[in-house]
């Protein structure tokens, strides 16, 4: 049966990561559909390539030279090309690049490069055809993935007999300019070929072993998740584990392709595998109570005072009329009798902050209006949370006793999540609290 697989930036890094992709991708006649980032980095001093080409558009934007970033892009190609002797002609690529972007400039172009010239590469190393995602990739005029026009390119340009590299993050526009996805967005690119091949498994290669209970760089040796719904996997995501872009989800979930988020540094461990329903593995092996804890930082919540608030017909319309005038997007709304409250991402709300506070006091004729800033959203996600009462309680008192200040509640009825608000400060105490106790704990007792 047939894969896609995508390799991260961390995959792809330099020429010893080229060589362990080889390795993987050889080991497994179906891993044919090839999906690559942009090359990553290669240890602590070394910077991400999509992260440079931003820094080239910055620099080209203020009218300075960016020379010496471009001709560091240039050596960590010319790297893997010497050290695996590839004959790619990367000089002529680059140069076709800088011509470009002395005619006409676009962002989007410049920074889907890494991908483009990513792919190039591995294209030659693995003996695969080389396919440009503006070929295949095709977007809405509004951005949004077209997922019947990318599964038509996709099946009429890939030829079956052979293996293909097809790189992440970008794709066109029906008039044919390119587009790129939102920063991570190569996990997008991977999950739409998935799809469009009806494969077996989405194989996600990366420098981790799937998806762990928090993130690595904040506890030592978190505990690995074996395997994660869909809709755990979209909540963790989106809440800050970005091992996974959070819409990687929709195409496979649509022909419920599982995704399996394995380590290239480590291809023994089984990683994690992603799902749509996990409940007979469950049987056999039951789950942790909780599958993850994640967090983000910057979020604003405004609340509006008013007596008898949950009585009055209309009111969270109206309010939310506002925020829509504007544009800005709603992560969540806790109420009591006489508040209501709207928690947002700060960077959405900044440059209209004044107006939208000026029109709620216009609008809705308010006891009081507080804003506060500087907002963490702490998400504690686990499918086997409904099943044991009183974990809601048990989560904040943990807070509770490490004198950590709890701002917001809020816990959707499935039961699945309880996201948490807390100062920026608190967050990483937080998340340290929680892992302590019930993980590190639960794992003693088990
Ligand atoms: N809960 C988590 N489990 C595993 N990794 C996590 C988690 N939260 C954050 N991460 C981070 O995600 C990183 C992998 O994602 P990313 O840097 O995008 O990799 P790649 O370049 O391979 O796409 C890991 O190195 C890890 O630091
Ligand atoms: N290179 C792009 C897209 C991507 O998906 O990268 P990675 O797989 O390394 O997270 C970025 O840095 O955003």
Redesign the pocket.
């Known amino acids: 049966m047939n894969k896609a697989i995508k390799?991260?930036?961390?995959?792809v890094a330099n020429s010893e990561q080229f060589k362990k992709v080889k390795q993987i991708v050889l080991a497994d006649p179906g891993r044919k559909y090839v999906v690559t980032?942009a090359c990553?980095k290669s240890g602590q001093e070394d910077h991400?390539v999509t992260d440079l080409l931003y820094l080239c558009a910055a620099h080209i934007n203020y009218g300075v030279s960016y020379d010496s970033i471009f001709q560091t892009i240039v050596d960590k190609y010319m790297e893997i090309k010497q050290t695996l002797g590839l004959t790619v002609d990367l000089a002529a690529e680059f140069a076709k690049i800088r011509q470009n972007l002395s005619r006409d400039f676009s962002l989007d172009y410049l920074v889907s490069r890494g991908e483009y010239l990513t792919g190039l590469c591995l294209a030659e190393y693995l003996d695969a055809d080389f396919l440009d995602a503006s070929r295949v990739i095709r977007f809405h005029y509004d951005g949004t993935v077209d997922l019947k026009k990318c599964q038509e390119l996709l099946k009429a340009q890939v030829d079956p007999g052979r293996r293909v590299v097809i790189p992440g993050f970008y794709g066109s526009l029906p008039n044919g300019v390119i587009k790129v996805m939102s920063r991570?967005g190569?996990?997008i690119t991977g999950s739409i070929v998935a799809n469009a091949f009806d494969v077996e498994v989405y194989e996600n290669?990366?420098?981790?072993s799937?998806?762990?209970?928090?993130?690595?760089?904040l506890i030592k040796n978190?505990v690995q998740i074996p395997r994660i719904t869909y809709s755990e996997l979209r909540q963790?995501s989106y809440m800050?584990?970005?091992?996974?872009h959070d819409d990687a989800v929709f195409p496979v979930r649509q022909k419920n392709i599982p995704i399996n988020v394995r380590n290239?540094n480590h291809p023994q461990n089984p990683g994690t595998m992603i799902m749509n329903d996990c409940r007979d593995l469950d049987e056999q092996d039951p789950p942790h109570v909780i599958t993850?804890i994640?967090g983000k930082e910057d979020f604003t919540v405004i609340t509006m005072v008013k007596s008898h608030v949950s009585a009055e017909a209309g009111f969270l319309r109206k309010a939310l009329a506002v925020f829509e005038k504007f544009q800005i997007s709603i992560e969540s709304v806790p109420v009591t009798v006489d508040t209501f409250s709207i928690v947002v991402q700060s960077k959405k709300i900044e440059r209209y902050l004044y107006e939208i506070v000026a029109e709620l006091k216009k609008d809705l004729h308010l006891d009081d209006i507080q804003v506060e800033s500087h907002l963490a959203m702490l998400a504690v996600v686990g499918r086997a949370m409904k099943q044991m009462p009183g974990m809601s309680g048990k989560i904040l008192s943990t807070l509770g006793d490490q004198q950590i200040n709890i701002r917001t509640i809020n816990q959707a009825c499935d039961e699945q999540s309880i996201v948490i608000g807390v100062d920026n400060r608190d967050l990483v105490e937080a998340i340290k609290a929680i892992y302590q106790q019930f993980i590190s704990e639960e794992r003693v007792e088990r």
């Open positions: 390799f991260g930036g961390s995959s980032s990553g991400k991570g190569s996990d290669w990366t420098d981790v799937g998806f762990y209970v928090a993130d690595p760089r978190p963790m800050g584990a970005n091992v996974l290239t993850g994640t």
